[in-house]
């Protein structure tokens, strides 16, 4: 592993409707971080790079909810996500 694989990191969140707010699911460096990637990329799911975002959030324990610090910035990543996935659904629809 080198430097740069150490300092790769990946965060998974993961939401419900109901719950008070978003859940650290996974995290991780290196070739875990690669492992959390491709599976979130095999399930479909969108994968957003934000170095800034996964430093903070790699600061959050597994299964605790993100701080209320963080709630403006993975609510507007939560909206713009919505946003692509409704938009992108429509086309599918009228083609």
């Not at 150490?6 to 875990?32: M, N, S, W």
């Not at 600061?59 to 610090?69: G, K, T, W």
Request: without cysteine; proline residues 3%.
């Amino acid at each position: 592993m080198t430097q740069n694989d150490t300092d790769f990191k990946a965060v998974a969140l993961a939401y419900r409707e109901g719950q008070v707010a978003p859940k650290v699911v996974a995290k991780g460096r290196g070739l875990i971080a690669r492992e959390i990637i491709k599976r979130a990329k095999e399930a479909g799911i969108y994968v957003h790079e934000s170095t800034e975002l996964v430093t903070l959030l790699m600061q959050v324990d597994l299964d605790d909810r993100i701080p209320p610090q963080l709630y403006v910035a993975v609510a507007e990543l939560l909206a713009w996500l919505y946003h692509l996935e409704h938009n992108h659904n429509n086309s599918v629809q009228k083609l």
